[in-house]
């Protein structure tokens, strides 16, 4: 059994049970004039995330922000407080991405898919259509960042 | 990731999955009773019940929601009181949903109601322009903060509601008039600030 669940790369559920509560992220998206490019600033938020694990990540944080992701998005379910759900994703999917040094960046900026991006510019009495822009901008400016740093921690060499 | 750190995660894991199950079949007491104690009509008003919109239901399914249209004395008033008991995302920030609808709000000031306050916004659209008043109530105190709002009810879910009632949402906007007197209309109808 233990063989069998050593196999499986347990951070990767951690992403699933973090998607699955966050499933409330599609009914904002389709229903609030603020989130309604939430979906496009998390996709590009998260390609180079994809690159990383394409080219076989090592998470140096692995564990640890694993379980302090996990944590959040239980914490979030059972206080029913999404915006914890979220963070717990993002972090969940840095987990598997290999966050480390300067792609913190990339993981802090994961904000522009969550809806709490859209509250705080309507409390900047912003229209959504700017607000949406400005979303889509941050997603941008992650991108790039997640794709220059992002699994780009040097190897660990022995002495 | 070693052995000992991936059992540790599967074991956290799997905790996480059965108390987000679990958590789900232990009843939270909502705030029903205190939407049905709303009466339809009373001295010096009278209400009719008016039915939800389309995406009014896909927004607020499966919470409980009541809307309404009052005459009070020589006022109109719609109401809308929101408990979130079983979907607490159906309550948003009032000011996020008008600015969402395309409102944009003026000035906004708040109005003193017993156990706490109600906020009066001032709307335009288009050239219209009307205010509007909205509340957060537990049945004690009340307030206009989706801070506190968010603060009592993650508070009341973690807790399985031992530290207090669920708030209940209240908006208020005049019907065909741009303002209304509001201090008369609650002077008027009381039972609106005892829910």
Known sequence: ?159 | MNNSAKKILWVALGIALLLSLVWQFVPLRDASARLDAIPLSGLGFQGKDLPLAEVEKAIYSPARVLKRVYQVGRQQVIVVAIDGSRNRHAIHDPTFCFRGAGWIIGAARDLPVPGGYARVLSLTKDGRHIEAVYWLSDGQTRHASALDYWWQTTWRRLTLGHSGAEPILFVLQPVNRESLDWELLLEQFPALLES
């Not at chain 1, 992403?15 to 409330?24: G, K, L």
């Not at chain 1, 991405?97 to 809806?115: D, S």
């Not at chain 1, 997640?146 to 660990?156: C, E, H, N």
């Open chain 1, 1 to 159: 059994m233990m063989r069998f669940l050593n196999q499986i790369r347990v951070e990767w559920l951690v992403v699933a049970f973090c998607a699955w509560h966050a499933a409330d992220l599609l009914h904002a998206w389709g229903h609030s004039p603020y989130d309604r490019l939430g979906w496009l600033a998390l996709l590009l938020w998260s390609l180079p995330a994809g690159r990383s694990v394409w080219h076989g990540s090592k998470p140096a944080a692995g564990f640890k922000l694993a379980m302090a992701s996990l944590a959040l998005a239980l914490i979030g379910v059972l206080g029913d407080l999404n915006f914890l759900v979220y963070w717990g994703l993002a972090g969940a999917i840095g987990s598997v991405a290999g966050v480390t040094g300067r792609a913190w960046l990339w993981l802090a900026l994961a904000v522009c898919w969550m809806p709490v991006f859209g509250w705080f510019g309507s409390q900047l009495h912003l229209p959504a259509r700017p607000v949406n822009s400005l979303r889509l901008l941050v997603a941008l400016a992650a991108a790039a960042a997640g794709w220059r740093w992002l699994g780009s921690a040097p190897p660990k060499t022995s002495a």
